[in-house]
């Protein structure tokens, strides 16, 4: 137990990492959500490739599913679920960045869905993965379609907590070995829960919409809407805005908590 950071430790690393994602320029953060939109979209692969050689998306299809989001954050690209924690973490130690946060969350979040648009292009015009793969993805979409706004953003509700709490828990670990267990079971629990990312998931509603089988308004308001929606009640709520106030309201002083104990001076007075 004396190797695990304290919440205060781990909050510090969130920040320091938000503030530099905040330092960089639009033109490299679009660049590295494209890459993150491009990348995550091997989960979509995985269930379709996975799904079509065992009978549809299970267990073995679950457990490959997380190939998209190890590759995305152990490579530190960037993902528009991720940045519902980091750059929340320093507005609410420091409100004058709200502006820049909601600035990167807007290039970000383009930017991904543009490198999910582009992959599901390739692979239907492409024709890149074989047809029974494809259809286990239309039948995957027509299941996520089906939930309705509100139950979809419920599920995207817990799918954006499991995101959000990857950037977390990456924060707290002190080895890659130790990240990359931390993302693989929270990103599996996943499609083995129904649950619902927007990035991620796009793909596969794009790849139906590319190869005719659902429209981009049902694209746009069955499952982006909602789904973005959901992850970002998520994140900022039940991880950000939680472990922050855990910290800030600990009885123990921490550097950005702002607290000190009966007759500590504050830091920096």
Known sequence: MGDLKKAGE?????????????????????????????????SAVALGVVGSLTGGVGLAAALLYPIGFLIVILGRSQLYTENTVTPVAVVLTDFGGLWNMLRLWVVIFVANVVGAI???????????????????????????LDHGFWNATLKAVVGGWLVALMAWLVAASRDTISQAVVIYVLAFLIPAGGLIHCIAGSTEVL???????????????????????????G??????????????????KTRLSGYTGEGQESEGS
């Open 10 to 42: 781990i909050l510090e690393t969130v920040v320091e990492d938000g503030r530099e994602e905040l330092s960089r320029a639009s033109a490299g953060l679009a660049l590295s959500g494209l890459a993150a939109g491009l990348n995550i979209s091997f």
């Open 118 to 144: 582009l992959f599901a292009a390739t692979v239907v015009y492409g024709e890149v993965l074989p047809p029974p793969a494809l259809q286990v993805l239309f039948d995957e979409v027509a299941g996520k």
């Open 207 to 233: 790849i139906s919409v590319f190869a005719g089988e659902v429209s981009f308004s049902e694209y746009l308001g069955g499952f982006l809407a909602p789904a973005t929606l959901g992850n970002t009640i």
């Open 235 to 252: 994140g900022v709520f039940l991880v950000a805005l939680l472990n922050y106030g855990q910290v800030a309201g600990s009885d123990k």
